[in-house]
């Protein structure tokens, strides 16, 4: 311990860097450099009595901007005393930085008298160059008085600074030194005493606490800190004992609480730490215990089953590499791990797949296919053909490349149970893909696994669904992909579609190869204009116009209502829909191309008679007759002519013994008010047309929509006006262009047609026109209206009613030629639909009518049209009108 000491007024300089060595604290040095090497060597080692040295701080050029007095070559000392001018030697720059030789050294003016406690030499081999390691101990402050070299190191004259023996008593008696020392004491004591609890020692400090004076054990407990150079320096310059103490109290309080925050962080580390270790290690044994007992086996290891399954997956070697390795993973991992669960669903996924998984195929049997199609499909007598045929060349050469079938036409037509009807007769298992609105490839091909919430695509998923490797799987809505910034669905597609490729079909998530060769796939669309040309052009289409009302009569009779009743658990003697009440819904409930919404209606129906006969049966009393036919449901609780009450059918009980449950004496016959009562009040009208027709401005045209054809009307009105043109019904381009040509033959037309006077042939003198397309939240485009606005707008100047049982399609040349235009068959059935009785189409499409079945084309008179005029000689009643002079 520093005792008070008698300095010498001269001190062998010792520099130290950007460091401070204060009273009562010991430092282990090793000097190395010839000039410290000198000092020590003449200061301490040849001495016979005990030498001290100063250590004085140095500070870096690049800090000399701080604060603080220091000496610098030339400059006097804090005291203002001449100091001798230096020019630092060489040896002394290398000694601290060797950077620039003619570099400053900036001295402070305070240092520390320090003696040796130990002292050993070395000599370092092979250079020969003598070392020495010296522990030092700081005793006590000094100023310096003047700096000068000796030989190759500095000396100072020097001062002492620290307080002599009667000073120190007389500040004793100082109460404010008295209050600063008290609680100096009391933090140092504090510090101690948590420092005892984290290392189990201090009682020597505690010791140093009773026995040293208050100003040195302040620098004795600062030195044993790690503090900033500036503090260092700070309180090397604390002369003056209470500044010296309260900064001390200051620096102690800092490094307490700073033990303390690092303790806190510390316990809740180890607090969540030692959770986790806890329970993993309950669980090993808990694991282990239920082995000891023998029960561990239902509730076995979830990654054990895991691995069980992945065993029994039947991957390809490359895949089953793969899986192995993310199997590692998962099994060092813990349950609470993030990725954790992504790894085990991946490997759940990988596991699920039927890499080998088939369904057995039977030997495919042509008659029953064909019977089979014949049973769930009425007419479709082309299409059928198709598939027995594209079923034969399977049966011929099965791993044949055929073609991928795609059925074309509106909703309900049967494009779904047709496929469906292919997995059947091939015995194989069927799934269901819908594509409709898929803009983002990632939904054919799965997201990466690096993306949170990723999954597979849905191919991948709908195998993983139907749990075979070779199952029939309708690619529905194929027509309804679009390609946006997420990628184009539709080239993922090719890849899948192809037989070249698909075999190593890659998923993002799934990232190994999976086999798809072996899948059949059969795509639907509602139209074939979509498809983008390169994937059309792997299929080959099948199209599906829709049905005429008299088979969709048939389809309701033989189909529909069969397979109703049966979901609805009735039977035939239980509720009758008379032909005529179908011809009705068909007429007045559904005009559609398929029979979806048929089904729907016919459903309600019989949901409709299943309450009825409910209620009824709660309160009818039963004839002997029935009783004996009622099921043994009810026979034990009816007795002769007794009331019955109702009876709770369990769930499972068969439809037929729900319907014998419920006999009635007669079946339940639906009839018009039935149906109001149901289905609401009739939709659709035949005389809607006529109404619709009945001012002169309207004409009615076919057009062809993703449900099918349909009837389009086209309003055309005249007001005061500048001549312009005014077109709504959220048209596009191409129909409005048509309705540009449409106004422009007209008015070049106008006298010849006689719906001006010659002396005022401009037809919009003073007039605008808008033209209208109902259905104005639907868009329209195309641009087969051309010769409906025509007729609408001659219909509006010549003030004559164009005929409402004739509708008309077809393209129009600026020179009035009418053009051919597509989907025939679906506009001349929606005439049909409509109660359309005369259609106009140009003459060009005339081929086209062989696809309309005979029927419809009984009920309707074709009207061909060359021209313009041909049209309107057939759309009003007595030919065109250009025989009469316009009223306008
Ligand atoms: P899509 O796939 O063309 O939209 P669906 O295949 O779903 O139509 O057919 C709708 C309903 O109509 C199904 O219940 C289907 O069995 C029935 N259906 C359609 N066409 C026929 C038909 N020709 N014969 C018997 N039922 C049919």
């Known amino acids: 311990m520093a005792e008070s000491v008698e300095l010498p007024s001269r001190l062998g300089i010792l520099p130290f860097r950007n460091k401070v ?107 020969g160059r003598v070392t020495y390691v010296v522990v030092l101990e700081g005793l006590c402050r000094f100023s310096v008085q003047e700096l ?48 005892e609890q984290k290392q189990k020692t201090g009682g020597r400090t505690k010791v140093l606490l009773e026995t040293v004076g208050v100003p040195k054990l302040a620098d004795i407990f600062v030195a044993s800190f790690e503090i900033s150079f500036e503090e260092q320096l700070s309180m090397l310059d604390s002369v003056d004992v209470k500044v010296r103490l309260s900064k001390a109290t200051e620096l102690v309080d800092r490094h307490l609480q700073s033990i303390r925050v690092a303790e806190k962080i510390t316990q809740k580390v180890e607090g969540q730490l030692s959770k986790s270790q806890k329970e993993f290690l309950l669980r ?81 049997d042509l008659k029953a296919a064909k019977d089979s199609l014949d049973h769930d499909h009425y007419g479709l007598v082309k299409v059928k053909q198709r598939i027995i045929e594209y079923l034969a060349v399977r049966k011929l050469k099965p791993d044949a490349r055929g073609p991928i079938l795609c059925f074309v036409g509106p909703p309900g037509v049967g494009k779904t149970s047709l496929a469906s009807s292919i997995a059947t007769a091939l015995g194989r298992k069927f799934v269901r893909i819908s594509l409709g609105g898929v803009k983002d490839e990632a939904d054919i091909r799965g997201h990466r696994r690096t993306y949170i919430g990723s999954m597979p695509g849905r191919l991948i998923d709908g195998l993983k669904r139907v749990a075979v490797c070779n199952p029939v799987m309708l690619l529905d809505e194929i027509d309804k992909t679009g390609s946006d910034v997420r990628g184009d669905p539709a080239s993922a597609l090719l890849e899948v579609l192809d037989p070249e490729q698909n075999k190593t079909f890659n998923d993002h998530y799934l990232n190994v ?113 029935v009783h004996q036919l009622a099921s043994p449901l009810l026979e034990s609780r009816v007795a ?90 959220q048209l596009g381009d191409v129909i409005k262009e048509s309705a540009q040509i449409a106004l422009t033959w007209v008015r070049a037309r106008a006298t010849e047609l006689k719906l001006a006077a010659a002396e005022e042939s401009n037809l919009l003198e003073g007039r605008d026109v808008h033209i209208h397309f109902p259905a104005g939240a639907v868009p329209k485009d195309g641009p087969s209206a051309g010769v409906t606005l025509v007729t609408a707008l001659v219909s509006l100047f010549s003030q004559r009613r164009a005929r409402a049982d004739t509708a008309m399609t077809g393209e129009m040349t600026l020179r009035g030629l009418v053009l051919p235009v597509g989907g025939i068959k679906d506009k001349v059935l929606a005439a049909h639909r409509y109660g359309i009785k005369r259609v106009i189409l140009p003459e060009r499409n005339l081929k086209d009518l062989v696809e309309v079945p005979a029927a419809v084309l009984a009920s309707l008179e074709i009207l061909p049209a060359k021209r313009m005029e041909d049209v309107l000689e057939h759309a009003f009643e007595g030919g065109c009108p250009w025989r009469q002079h316009s009223k306008l």
Not at 149 to 178: C, H, N, S, W
Not at 316 to 345: C, D
Not at 669 to 678: G, S
């Open 21 to 127: 060595l204060l009273p009562g604290a010991i430092i282990r040095i090793r000097c190395t450099s010839p000039s410290s090497v000198k000092l020590v060597e003449q200061e301490l080692w040849q001495r016979e009595e005990k030498g001290l040295i100063g250590i004085l701080p140095v500070r870096d050029a690049a800090e000399t901007m701080a604060v603080g007095p220091m000496l610098y070559p030339g400059a006097g000392a804090d005291l203002g005393e001449q100091s001798s001018k230096h020019q630092v030697g060489t040896s002394d720059t290398h000694k601290f930085d060797g950077k620039n030789q003619q570099e400053v050294i900036h001295w402070h003016t305070r240092g520390v008298a320090a003696r040796a406690l130990h002292l050993s030499r070395g000599v370092e081999k092979p250079s």
């Open 148 to 195: 000068s070299t000796r030989g190759t190191y500095y000396t100072a004259r020097i001062a002492p600074l620290d307080m002599t023996k009667a000073e120190m008593e007389l500040v004793e008696q100082d109460p404010e030194f008295l209050t600063l020392s008290r609680h100096f004491k009391t933090t140092a004591m504090e510090l101690i005493s948590v420092l």
């Open 284 to 364: 090993q044994q808990m694991r282990a215990i239920k082995e000891e007992l023998g029960d561990n086996d239902d509730d076995e290891d979830d990654v054990a089953v895991l691995e069980r399954k992945m065993q029994n997956a039947g991957m390809p070697p490359n895949i089953w590499k793969t899986a192995q390795r993310e199997l590692r993973r998962l099994k060092k991992m813990q349950p609470q791990q993030p990725g954790y669960n992504s790894s085990r669903v991946y490997l759940e996924l990988l596991a699920d797949l039927p890499w080998q998984t088939a369904s057995e195929e039977s030997e495919l």
């Open 513 to 625: 190869p999976y086999d798809l060769s072996k899948v059949i796939f059969v795509a639907t669309a509602n139209r074939m204009q979509p498809i983008p040309p390169p994937l059309l052009d792997r299929m080959e289409v099948i199209e599906l116009p829709g049905y005429t009302p008299e088979e969709k009569l048939r389809i309701a009779t033989r189909h529909l209502i069969p397979r109703v009743l049966d979901q609805h658990g009735l039977s035939s003697d239980f509720l009758h829909i008379p032909k005529a009440m179908v011809k009705l819904v068909i007429q007045s409930y559904t005009r559609e191309a398929g029979v979806r919404n048929l089904e729907r209606n016919l459903a309600a129906l019989a949901r409709a008679a299943a309450v009825r006969v409910a209620e009824q049966e709660h309160a009818m009393p039963l004839g002997k007759e």
């Open 640 to 729: 002769d002519g007794a009331e019955v009450e109702m009876e709770v059918i369990p769930m499972d009980v068969n439809n037929h013994e729900i319907s014998n449950t419920f006999r009635v004496t007669s079946p339940f016959i639906v009839d018009e008010a039935m149906l109001e009562k149901v289905l609401g009040s009739p939709r659709y009208d035949d005389r809607e047309t006529a109404e619709r027709v009945a001012t002169p401005g309207i004409s009615i045209g076919l057009v062809w929509t993703a449900f099918g054809g349909d009837v389009q009307f086209v309003e055309v009105t005249a007001m005061v006006g500048k001549g312009d043109l005014h077109l709504t019904g």
